[in-house]
């Protein structure tokens, strides 16, 4: 028992003997030689080119080429190709890899973008085909311990498509936009180019420099070429309002437009835009109301040279101010025995009204009335407010008359009935007209007037 036992003390310590050393011989060869790779073999090998001659134009022919290599461990991986006086081309740089095989189709691309700063923004050549020539191919990779390897061989490019598209004199009138249909810098933002070759996707879009992945398409207008096809183009931008949606809010934004060919050249352009006072006008009459003077159960009689009278109230309900134009309430129209009447046309071409340009004003809201032999929509019209209800704004040299954000106005008016309208009792209703716009209130409070004697 006791030589057993000494025996087996004596493998012991023998054994820690060994330990100690191997630790510390160790220990000094990781001194000695920094961090220990206890990685064997290649880090990068299966490297191929093939084929190791393309003609990047889009025909389908050989246009691109196949890189396979594999990687033992995880390594930074970069491809990039040289060219005969030295320049350096990067398809992919510092990119993270896993251990593994791998394949990527190249076409003579290069993604690195040239910006030309223009008078009023910039333009871009995001990705151009390579010009035709040999190359060298250079496959690198690096691990996570420094240890670098790469690989080469040589390719040639010929029948490349190398013309970048261009979207020349790329305009963007006005720069400052105001899209609430008041009429004053707010009818449409032009945007205007001429393309110079066919390409294979084309977009044109609203960008906001604070939120880059927020893009609000626009879509070009009727044209005689498709949006694809080289020569002029033309787009109009209204702010949404003209799809009765909200414009975008106040700020500085970039008009951006876009092109890439089959091939693979790819361009930019970036105008700027600033849109303020944007917003959807929203006028109502308050709870659809026509106060018809001498109205009975929805009838209103007049003897002939008398006169039909109302008043009613409008109100902002939106958030920008609203345009309008007179003539202001308290006009008087007149209705002549030869069933014509007086329109706010002819009230506007009397000649001490002539310098106040009541006419049809593109962008302004007005109350107007109208009947149902008219021939003509809302003859008789009025300012939706007194000037005491209104503010006087002046926009760019231009001076106008708003009802503002939660005001309301007075409307009020008479006609004056000498001859019978067309039809002798008709239907008679009041309005909002919003000029070279539309109706967006219409048929309000219909009534049945009754003019002198059947």
């Known amino acids: 028992m006791r030589l057993h036992s000494f025996a087996f003390r004596g493998r012991s310590i023998l054994a820690m003997n060994l330990n100690v050393l191997y630790t510390v011989a160790l220990a000094f060869f990781i001194a000695g030689c920094g961090r220990l790779d206890v990685s064997f073999g290649p880090l990068l090998s299966d490297v191929t080119v093939s084929p190791d001659q393309i003609s990047p134009n889009a025909d389908g022919q050989t246009d691109v080429t196949e890189i396979r290599y594999t990687l033992s461990r995880s390594a930074y991986v970069s491809i990039y190709f040289e060219g005969e006086e030295g320049d350096r081309y990067f398809f992919r740089q510092n990119r993270r890899r896993s251990p593994g095989s791998y394949s990527v189709l190249w076409g003579g691309v290069m993604d690195e973008p040239e910006i ?7 333009n871009e050549v995001l990705s151009r085909v390579l010009p035709d020539g040999r190359y060298r191919w250079i496959v690198e990779a690096v691990d996570d311990n420094g240890h670098s390897e790469a690989l ?3 390719i040639s490019l010929e029948d490349g498509d190398t013309e970048v598209p261009q979207l020349e004199n790329f305009a963007v009138m006005p720069v400052v936009f105001r899209p ?8 449409w933002v032009s945007i205007s180019y001429n393309l110079s070759k066919e390409v294979q996707n084309i977009q044109v879009y609203l960008l906001d420099p604070q939120k880059p992945g927020v893009k609000v398409h626009i879509a070009e207008g009727p044209n005689t070429i498709e949006p694809e096809e080289p020569g002029n183009h033309t787009y109009k931008y209204f702010g949404g309002v003209d799809l009765n949606a909200e414009p975008p ?3 500085e934004y970039l008009v951006v437009g876009e092109a890439n060919d089959l091939a693979g050249n790819r361009v930019r352009v970036t105008r700027p835009l600033t849109i303020e006072m944007g917003g959807r006008p929203r006028a109502d009459v308050v709870q659809g109301e026509i106060d018809w003077v001498n109205e009975i159960n929805r009838v209103v009689s007049v003897p002939l040279g008398q006169k039909l009278c109302f008043s009613t109230i409008v109100k902002n309900e939106g958030e920008v101010p609203v345009r309008t134009n007179g003539p202001w309430p308290g006009q008087d129209y007149h209705f002549a025995e030869d069933f014509t009447y007086e329109s706010f046309n002819s009230i506007a071409s009397r000649p001490e009204n002539r310098d106040k340009y009541w006419f049809e004003l593109p962008g302004a809201f007005r109350f107007g009335l109208n009947f149902s032999t008219t021939g003509y929509a809302y003859p008789f019209r009025w300012a939706i407010g007194r000037q005491q209800d209104l503010e006087y704004l002046e926009i760019e040299g231009e001076s106008a008359w708003y009802l503002m954000p939660g ?7 008479c006609i004056l009935f000498d001859g019978r309208p067309p039809g002798g009792n008709v239907l008679w209703w009041g309005g909002l007209i919003h ?4 109706h967006p209130n219409d048929f309000i409070d219909r009534i049945t007037v009754n003019v002198g004697e059947e």
């Open 180 to 187: 609430n249909l008041d009429g004053l810098r707010d009818d």
């Open 249 to 251: 809010p106040d700020g």
């Open 435 to 438: 000029e070279a716009y539309g």
């Open 116 to 122: 030309e700063e223009v008078a009023g923004g910039t």
């Open 152 to 154: 080469d061989g040589a």
């Open 407 to 413: 005001e309301s106005g007075q409307v009020s008016g």
